[in-house]
């Protein structure tokens, strides 16, 4: 079955980087698009950034020039690196994949990142 393990959450204070990872298993991980999307308490889920299969990228205008998606294919693994780290950005960060447009929505334990200022 599909399953999404994100890692790489933690304290961090404002201005400073973390690397997430999401790790994919139970699907051809190298034909879909995979997300990063932020929550907050309270908040819907909302989008931070994507990248597709061919790799083009798209960022929320919040994060663009401070966080970069990426993913290996061979190690089935997505990576949001964060940089410039603001107290806004702190929350849960959860990896998603759907396995066809409008399809059900796969997502991963999420991995908490908190920002000091």
């Known amino acids: 079955q599909v399953q999404l393990v994100e890692s790489g959450g933690g304290l961090v204070q404002a201005g400073g980087s973390l690397r997430l990872a999401c790790v994919a298993s139970?699907?051809?991980?190298?034909?879909?698009?995979m997300d990063w999307y932020h929550q907050t308490p309270g908040k819907q889920r909302e989008l931070v950034a994507t990248i597709t299969s061919s790799g083009s990228t798209d960022y929320a205008d919040s994060v663009k020039g401070r966080f970069t998606i990426s993913r290996v294919n061979a190690e089935n693994t997505v990576y949001l690196q964060m940089n410039s780290l603001k107290s806004e950005d702190t929350g849960v960060y959860y990896c998603?994949?759907?396995?066809?447009?409008?399809?059900?929505?796969?997502w991963g334990q999420g991995t908490q990142v908190t920002v000091s200022s």
């Open positions: 998603h994949t759907q396995l066809r447009v409008g399809g059900y929505d796969y």
């Open positions: 139970g699907f051809l991980f190298r034909v879909y698009r």
